[in-house]
């Protein structure tokens, strides 16, 4: 068997043609076969397929590029959860813009990694001139705002309470209890103490209970309020300018997940809800939800790029002081991470290719129809609305009905392949989520989606009342 071909260089791009075309005929392939959001047959089923494909993982001769491709590719697909079916709304799980995926095709081409400038010239000035601009959105009057690219919101908030420890040592954190399950790893990951938690009885931080908490720890040790834009149950935003302002009062640092609301920022219709933003040591955002990455996309800002020195490292290999000196740029203060792809590149061409007034038409394409789908479940009498959306996730359940029968309702249609909803407990009841992120989600889609479910109630109700 001849040497594979390698990616990069000038014969490359030759030598990817055909294997590109194999893979784009295996993804439309598989999705054929699928014909849905998502496999039907439940997890014995889907498994059972894969290792077929599969078998053996590690041939003792190999089946050559194009019939690789073309099962396990094929195969994956048709077992895939498609974000791109208006019928997967379930999770902050985007589909991603045919733009952004080509250019991380380019980025695992020529495979730069961020961890020292000789491997990655200019994929390093890209990273540095994007993570600066997007800085900048958040903190528009500060004079050296920056950020760096992580995995997602998840490794963005670890890194936002390190920072704070670094500056203040074992920081108390303070957070509601309708805050991301990371920030209280990230306590524990770091030994921090763990969390404090307020009530957040509307799906927002109880104000009242927050500045009661501020005013018992007062001194005690230093306090780092994590407030929420954009939760991951309801959507909802806390009142972040009053929050800002409690901190201020009681010498207090704030920082904000906004990983689901931050891109709202780039709105003029939506902007004002996450109005606050720029009052926060650090910023996590998450472009591979609102922004419609492949991920992963994820961002921590701060308001001046010295917040981020405490992550300096050293290693001479990568970062020999001299060469510091000579000019060449120091990436290894820029993650905890080693390694690391240059995921800015595929931020930055959707930046290019759409503008503001593009992604902004994104955000309201999306916010709308989560409106509309609220509005068709209040025109619906068998099924109760939670709440109007406040970004694009929508909260409902069918009238009457106790929590098994809901939860049976969202497993059917996931084991059946015909919706993917998501699941959500919140003022004593459980209900079915549906997070809304694909702008080409039509009103027919989301009538579509309530038909199922009312459908499946009542046939789940009458086979029920036959036992």
């Given at each position: 068997m001849p040497t594979p071909p390698l990616a990069g260089s000038t014969t490359g791009p030759a030598a990817l043609r055909p294997l590109i075309?194999?893979?784009?005929?295996?993804?439309?392939?598989?999705?054929?076969?699928?014909?849905?959001p998502l496999p039907a047959g439940g997890p014995d089923t889907v498994t059972?397929?894969?290792?077929?494909?599969l078998d053996p993982v590690i041939p003792e001769h190999g089946t050559g590029p194009h019939h690789?491709?073309?099962?396990?590719?094929?195969?994956?697909?048709?077992g895939a959860a498609d974000p791109a079916d208006p019928l997967c709304a379930a999770h902050l799980h985007t589909p991603p813009l045919a733009l952004a995926t080509?250019?991380?095709?380019?980025?695992?081409?020529?495979?730069?990694?961020?961890?020292?400038?000789?491997?990655?010239?200019?994929?390093?000035?890209?990273?540095?001139?994007?993570?600066?601009?997007?800085?900048?959105?958040?903190?528009?009057?500060?004079?050296?705002?920056d950020a760096l690219v992580t995995t997602g919101g998840t490794e963005a908030n670890q890194l936002a309470l390190l920072l704070a420890?670094?500056?203040?040592?074992?920081?108390?954190?303070?957070?509601?209890?309708?805050?991301?399950?990371?920030?209280?790893?990230?306590?524990?990951?770091?030994?921090?103490?763990?969390?404090?938690?307020?009530?957040?009885?509307?799906?927002?931080?109880?104000?009242?209970?927050l500045g009661d908490t501020l005013t018992r720890h007062q001194g005690q040790a230093p306090l780092l309020v994590t407030a929420t834009a954009g939760t991951t149950d309801t959507g909802q935003i806390d009142p972040l300018t009053a929050i800002a302002d409690l901190c201020d009062t009681h010498g207090a640092e704030l920082h904000i997940d906004a990983a689901y609301g931050g891109p709202l920022l780039l709105s003029p219709t939506h902007r004002h809800k996450v109005n606050g933003l720029d009052r926060a040591h650090s910023v996590t955002l998450d472009l591979h939800k609102l922004g419609w990455q492949p991920a992963s996309a994820g961002i921590l800002a701060v308001p001046d790029h010295h917040h981020l020195d405490a992550l300096h490292h050293q290693a001479p290999y990568l970062n020999a002081d001299d060469d510091t000196r000579a000019g060449l740029?120091?990436?290894?203060?820029?993650?905890?991470?080693?390694?690391?792809?240059?995921?800015?590149?595929?931020?930055?061409?959707?930046?290019?290719?759409?503008?503001?007034?593009?992604?902004?038409?994104?955000?309201?394409?999306?916010?709308?129809?989560?409106h509309h789908l609220a509005d068709l479940i209040t025109k619906t009498?068998?099924?109760?609305?939670?709440?109007?959306?406040?970004?694009?996730?929508?909260?409902?359940?069918?009238?009457?009905?106790?929590?098994?029968?809901?939860?049976t309702i969202r497993r059917t249609l996931l084991t059946r392949g015909h919706a993917v909803l998501g699941r959500t407990?919140?003022?004593?009841?459980?209900?079915?989520k549906a997070t809304l992120l694909n702008p080409h989600t039509t009103p027919d889609d989301l009538q579509k989606l309530l038909d199922l479910v009312t459908r499946l109630t009542t046939e789940l109700t009458e086979s029920s009342t036959h036992r």
């Open positions: 075309d194999t893979v784009l005929t295996a993804l439309q392939e598989g999705a054929r076969r699928r014909n849905g059972t397929r894969m290792r077929t494909a690789a491709l073309a099962t396990l590719i094929s195969a994956l697909t048709e080509a250019a991380d095709l380019a980025a695992s081409a020529l495979n730069p990694s961020m961890d020292s400038w000789d491997q990655a010239p200019a994929a390093s000035a890209l990273e540095a001139d994007t993570t600066a601009a997007l800085a900048a959105e958040i903190y528009p009057h500060h004079t050296h705002p420890r670094e500056r203040h040592g074992p920081v108390q954190t303070i957070c509601g209890t309708n805050a991301h399950h990371s920030l209280t790893r990230a306590a524990w990951l770091l030994g921090l103490p763990a969390p404090l938690t307020v009530p957040a009885p509307h799906g927002t931080i109880d104000l009242t209970a740029p120091d990436l290894l203060g820029r993650s905890l991470r080693t390694t690391r792809r240059p995921d800015a590149l595929k931020i930055a061409v959707t930046l290019q290719a759409l503008g503001r007034t593009g992604l902004a038409d994104l955000i309201d394409r999306t916010c709308a129809a989560a009498p068998t099924l109760d609305l939670y709440d109007q959306p406040t970004i694009t996730t929508v909260l409902f359940r069918p009238t009457g009905t106790d929590d098994h029968t809901v939860a407990r919140t003022h004593g009841h459980l209900w079915l």
